[in-house]
Nanobody, 122 residues
């Protein structure tokens, strides 16, 4: 059983910073891509950032230059450093991972965390 657990959300003023973490645990043989999506009230879930096991990063245009995604492969943990936060960044942030749970599974399965709330006040 694979679990992803987010932490680090909270309330912050505009211009402030937060650091989110996403820890993967359980039966893990390998992790390929990990990433973040977010969902604001009444809106669809949108891509935020992703990082491959080799460290290649990709960002949504709305967060480029403000957010940085990183990961610690030894700890199966991914981070999202969010700087210069804006009220429009308010959302529930979800992490996901493309994970191979064991050596005999063909390919990678996608797993999601439960989400962590980020609220940015103006």
């Amino acid at each position: 059983q694979v679990q992803l657990v987010e932490s680090g959300g909270g309330l912050v003023q505009a211009g402030g910073s937060l650091r989110l973490s996403c820890a993967a645990s359980g039966s893990i043989f390998g992790i390929n891509v990990m990433g973040w999506y977010r969902q604001a009230p009444g809106k669809q879930r949108d891509f935020v950032a992703q990082i491959t096991d080799g460290g290649t990063q990709n960002y949504a245009d709305s967060v480029k230059g403000r957010f940085t995604v990183s990961r610690d492969n030894d700890k199966n943990t991914m981070y999202l450093q969010m700087n210069s936060l804006k009220p429009e960044d308010t959302a529930v942030y979800y992490c996901y991972g493309s994970i191979k749970p064991n050596s005999w599974t063909l390919g990678y399965n996608q797993y999601w965390g439960q989400g962590t709330q980020v609220t940015v006040s103006s």
